[in-house]
């Protein structure tokens, strides 16, 4: 297994995936496996994964992503995890109405950055998409209304495979040491 940091410094945002590489199913599970291991309040873990690699739904999926013309990358993508989070446990509502914090979406936040590191560890490149049209979405795969849609993550080998330049605040910005 490669070091930690190497890990979190190779992992990036891929706009420009190889459409003609499939993804392999092992390498999906493995990604799968990685997010079900994944922490969460009270172990409530409120997320569920649809992986689709079926070309007919990556078709219908696309769309979805591209509303507003955005996401326009995805036209390349072979893969996606679809990540949607459902209803949680009583402990972990209960802490959410009297403390005024909803774990979920922090939860599946967790469970998608395990899922994308997992990938990026097999050589597969990853996107998180926030921007899409839930409602749709949900019809198309007869998802209930109780059930959300938080996130799209898309998977493949990345076209070309050369690392950006991280741009980040100064680490001084954003961490503070109280000793």
């Known amino acids: 297994m490669s070091d ?23 390498k999906l599970q493995r990604c799968a496996e990685a997010a079900w291991l994944a922490p969460s309040a009270c172990n409530g873990q409120p997320w569920k994964y649809l992986i689709v690699t079926n070309a007919e739904l990556v078709e219908k999926l696309r769309p979805l992503m591209m509303e507003l013309n955005m996401n326009k990358f995805v036209k390349n993508c072979p893969a996606f995890a679809v990540v949607l989070e459902e209803n949680t446990i009583l402990k972990v509502s209960l802490s959410q109405k009297f403390k005024d914090q909803d774990f979920a979406p922090i939860d599946v936040a967790f469970s998608a950055s395990q899922f994308c590191y997992a990938a990026t560890e097999q050589g597969l490149s990853t996107c998180i998409i926030g921007w899409h049209n839930e409602k749709k979405i949900q019809e198309l795969f007869g998802i209930p209304k109780s059930t959300r849609v938080r996130l799209i993550l898309a998977v493949g080998y990345a076209a070309d495979d050369k690392l950006r330049e991280k741009r980040r605040k100064p680490i001084e910005d954003v961490i503070k040491f109280y000793e």
Do not use: A, G, T, W
């Not at 940091?5 to 706009?15: A, G, K, M, T």
């Open 4 to 26: 930690y940091f190497d890990l979190i410094r190779r992992r990036e945002s891929c706009r420009n995936f190889d459409l003609n590489r499939p993804v392999e199913k092992e």
